[in-house]
């Protein structure tokens, strides 16, 4: 296997690929995507989360969520879950943070679903070579530190 990635250009070990968001609790965005974590293929890609926010209430999740603890499916299906709420508002310790766990691809999610908690101040400091915004905030957002958006054609008009 490791003779055939290297003659397809592949790399013999997995693509650190980070999620950053100030919650990975109950909203819609985890709703529509906290299975996803789970088609990746460890042989290809290792999931690293950050959250810089902190859980549901367990209250919240019995009662409305109907026992549902989808921040728990995300940590069962990561390769590893960083709770980093201390540095929550700490940009550059956060940046530090993540760049010293060598994340390849870092991909922001909470768009502009945050006002101040989003991780804009921190992909400015570009943790990662590859900085993608995803799922909460579809267009683009001008910023030169973002490389890629994943939008659609009626979102995103070329």
């Known amino acids: 296997r490791h003779r055939e990635q290297q003659q397809i250009g592949r790399s013999p070990t997995p693509i650190r690929v980070g999620f950053v968001a100030c919650s990975f609790n109950s909203k819609a965005v985890l709703y529509l995507s906290h299975d996803m974590f789970r088609f990746f293929d460890p042989s290809e890609v290792e999931i690293h ?31 590893v879950f960083h709770d980093v709420r201390r540095y929550k508002g700490d940009h550059v310790g956060l940046a530090r943070y993540i760049h010293q766990k060598e994340i390849q691809i870092l991909i922001e999610w909470d768009g502009y679903a945050r006002q101040g908690d989003r991780a804009e101040g921190l992909m400015a400091l570009r943790p990662a070579p590859v900085q993608i915004l995803h799922q909460e905030f579809l267009m683009t957002s001008g910023a030169q530190y973002v490389d890629y958006i994943v939008t659609d054609e009626v979102v995103s008009p070329m």
């Open 49 to 79: 989360v950050f959250s810089t926010g902190p859980p549901d209430h367990p209250d919240f999740i019995r009662d409305t969520m109907r026992g549902a603890d989808w921040r728990q499916r995300v940590i069962d299906a990561a390769d």
